[in-house]
């Protein structure tokens, strides 16, 4: 690492001021912060040191979705070979490399069309590059399915980089997330590579010949068209073995970045907790009303409140998407009502509205819309308690 430092250092004058390659300075500087820790400390002022900045918590996060990036390699190929009756005849690696090889291109085309405008931007600007797309580049790829065409991916990330995160001044000033906001440009301009039911797999050449890609439901399709029996049991919806977007299937490999996140203390679990509850309060409300009503056709009405909690992205989203730190509530009871409404809402979108079977990524965007107002009557009803503790003189 030192000599690595030492040709950083050497070629460091040619992107600054004056230097031949001056107009990449803000690709030299992400590219230094992004292997070493800045060496800028604050000269005036009172200040409070810590031993980690912002690109590390992003990184954090980053390692926080690893369980689900790689168990959603494995269960692309899972899914592929699973379907045309081959699976058994596959090693775990031979799996997982098939899985690899279709979702590694969306991951590094995120990153590549991501960065590549925010350096513009940046040095538009004057400015640093900013961390938060090292999360964002990591997330869209998550949230979509392996068989979305890589120039949808470059159209969904330069919209969520321009108009959801420039267009507001840049990272930090977004009010939506930016993640979400790709894949609701997809679902919207793109529903049938969107749909949410329906997964595509790919086509394998066999002794009959090449099989054609064609599509596996997910439990959410087999709700929405009530064929209750024919969904996964609750322990494959659980551990992921199942259709669905690409790390959104195993709530098992999210739980496990949810514990890094809490642990570190850069995932508010009031957030997680209370969506949770608000999840379960209403599926609770739907399961109380269609038990004994068998006239009620809305298969949402009979299933267990807690299958809520591994449909769809619900996990998924709860966990890294409704915590991101911009967007969200920013007061402490403001969380607790903010992840809560996410929560109910998720459902009521699922069950009363069919044509968007994720209701989570709706709920969510909503959410993100109203955070700073939720934040706004905490903040004046903690205002009001407090001046009736005092008597104001006249």
Known sequence: ?????????????????????????????????????????TSSGSHIRDAIDMKRTM?????????????????????????????????????FAFGLIKVLPIVVVSYATGLTIEIIFAQYRGHDVPEGFFVTGMLIPLILPVSIPLWMVVLATTFAVIIGVEAFGGAGMNIFNPALLARAF???????????????????????????????ATPLAHI?????????????MFYGFIPGSI???????????????????IGSWKIMLSGVLGALSLGALLQWIGHGNPE???????????????LGGFAFGIVFMATDPVS?????????????????????????????????????????????????????ANIKKRLKRIKIKV
């Not at 001021?17 to 992004?34: P, Q, V, W």
């Not at 790390?247 to 203390?265: D, H, K, V, Y």
């Not at 920013?330 to 998720?346: C, H, N, P, R, S």
């Open 296 to 310: 009620i056709t809305n298969a949402y009405f009979h299933i267990p409140a807690y299958y809520h909690l591994v």
């Open 328 to 380: 969200a509530s920013q007061t402490e009871k403001g969380k607790w009502i903010y992840g809560f409404l996410i929560g109910v809402f998720a459902v009521l979108i699922r069950a009363f509205n069919p044509a968007y079977p994720e209701g989570v990524m709706l709920a969510i965007l909503l959410l993100n819309a109203w955070a700073s107002l939720i934040d706004h009557y905490v903040i004046e």
């Open 247 to 265: 790390g959104e299937t195993s709530t098992f490999a999210i739980l496990i970045g949810a514990l890094l996140l809490i642990w570190t203390g």
């Open 224 to 236: 929405a068209q009530n064929e209750l029996p024919k969904m996964a049991s609750f322990s494959d």
């Open 1 to 41: 690492m030192k000599g690595l430092r030492n040709y950083l250092d050497k070629i460091k004058p040619n992107f600054s001021k004056g230097g031949k390659f001056e107009k990449l300075h803000s690709f030299y500087d992400a590219i230094d912060t992004l292997l070493f820790v800045p060496n800028k400390v």
């Open 186 to 216: 997809l679902f919207f301009a793109y529903p049938s590579q969107m749909s949410g039911d329906k997964v595509w797999v790919a086509g394998l050449p066999t002794a009959e010949g090449v099989v054609d890609g064609f599509s596996g």
């Open 59 to 95: 990184f954090l996060v980053v390692i926080a979705l690893i369980p689900a990036l790689l168990f959603g390699m494995w269960n692309v190929g899972y899914q592929h070979f699973n379907m045309l009756g081959l699976y058994a005849d596959k090693t775990f690696w031979e799996v």
